[in-house]
């Protein structure tokens, strides 16, 4: 509790000191570049949120880390019938009819399938009934996994920060299921990112769709700082994933401050400072970036594909992350052809320091846009 409110009075001086008064409207942002100017409240924290449950530490996986909470929209309440768990999946026996395939419908199919070997026919029968699990316990909602940042070696999903941006987007529609990751430098990378992976794929379980009510074509990411990377390598390996059902794809990206170039591009006289060089090596597990084949496996900027969801990203242009990183990534997102919003933010606000009430209201109409 203390660790909260240190986090969360150490983002709002961050704004104050800022001393701006905002003058970017609050309309939606489209696929376009945009320079605004932050205002000086944190808008997410100032607000008080009525009837958005919090279902805490839901397990994703064994490991003490491995644990989300679930920010509800006022108007939903998880289904008792159904409780998700971060051990294998296994849909019940009611949400499954018995499959009907072809070969059933037509004397002539069922000759042909007939003739055909036990194991394409049970192979068929097992794509059948996942089809129809799939279909009868997909939800209605879109829904947003939250990664929180701390130069990927500290940071919790239950400061009051990340928890009121929670909060906020279960306000607006979304039921966000805020992840907590294996940190570093006990679990250098990959441990963070597996473990997001890890939380995506229970986010897909047919088990969770039914009991959080979540669409599984409506499935966001969003992240700040060293979350805003772990989102964007979330969506830029998106089509590597195996773990879950083929069409069960991330469809939008808020990526605020997240470095996307981890590699000696970042040690440059524009780049990073010694101190967050370091930080980035024990999170690469690393001693020296020119022996280091994981700074380009978790820099983003090298794994887009024309296959990347839509992103919104947001920087300050004088924060500690620098501006470069977000306008290059933007960049090679474009040259394949992704939708980008790129918001610059002027001043120093790293991260969701950004969320002033148009920012906030910017992110919201993005995923609106791009989930539906």
């Known amino acids: 509790m203390r660790s909260g409110r240190r986090t969360l009075l150490a983002l709002v001086a961050a704004v104050v000191a800022l001393g701006v008064v905002s003058s970017c409207s609050s309309d939606p942002v489209g696929d376009e570049n945009r320079t605004v100017t932050a205002g000086p409240v944190i808008y997410p924290l100032s607000l008080r ?3 958005i449950d919090v279902v805490a530490d839901v397990p994703y996986g064994s490991d003490a880390l491995q644990r989300l909470d679930v920010c509800l929209p006022a108007d ?4 008792a019938t159904a409780t998700p768990s971060g051990g294998p999946t296994v849909a019940p026996s009611s949400s499954a009819p018995p499959a009907t395939s072809a070969a059933a419908a037509s004397p002539a199919a069922s000759s042909s399938a007939a003739a055909s070997s036990p194991a394409a026919s049970s192979s068929r029968a097992a794509a059948d009934t996942a089809a129809a699990a799939a279909a009868s316990t997909n939800g209605t909602r879109p829904a947003v996994l939250m990664i929180h940042g701390g130069s990927w070696s500290h940071g919790d999903k239950a400061t009051a920060a990340y928890r009121s941006v929670c909060k906020y987007l279960a306000s607006q529609g979304f039921v966000t299921f805020n992840v907590d990751y294996r940190l570093a430098p006990t679990d250098p990378f990959p441990a963070g990112l ?11 379980r047919p088990t969770t769709l ?4 979540v669409d599984r074509e409506r499935v966001g990411v969003f992240g700040g700082s060293a979350g805003g990377n772990l989102a964007a390598m979330l969506a830029v390996t998106d089509h590597e994933s ?3 059902a083929e069409g069960d794809r991330i469809r939008a990206v808020v990526d605020l401050s997240g470095p996307t170039n981890l590699t000696t591009r970042s040690t440059r006289a524009d780049g990073v400072s010694a101190a967050f060089q370091r930080k980035q090596l024990l999170y690469l597990g690393c ?3 020119t022996n280091c084949p994981a700074a380009t496996r978790a820099s983003p900027e090298y794994h887009v594909t024309d296959d990347t969801a839509p992103f919104f990203i947001g920087h300050s242009t004088d924060e500690f992350i620098p501006l470069w990183e977000s306008q290059e990534f933007a960049e ?3 040259k394949h052809d992704v939708p980008v919003t790129f918001v610059a933010v002027e001043g120093t606000a790293h991260s969701i320091a950004q969320l002033d009430q148009a920012m906030s209201g910017r992110v919201v109409a993005f995923l609106h846009r791009r989930l539906g």
């Open 49 to 51: 949120y009525h009837g």
């Open 76 to 79: 939903s309440a998880p289904d």
């Open 194 to 204: 597996d473990d997001v992976r890890r939380a995506l794929d229970f986010v897909f």
């Open 210 to 213: 039914s009991t959080y009510d």
């Open 242 to 244: 195996t773990a879950y």
């Open 287 to 289: 001693r020296t970036y």
């Open 332 to 334: 090679t997102l474009r």
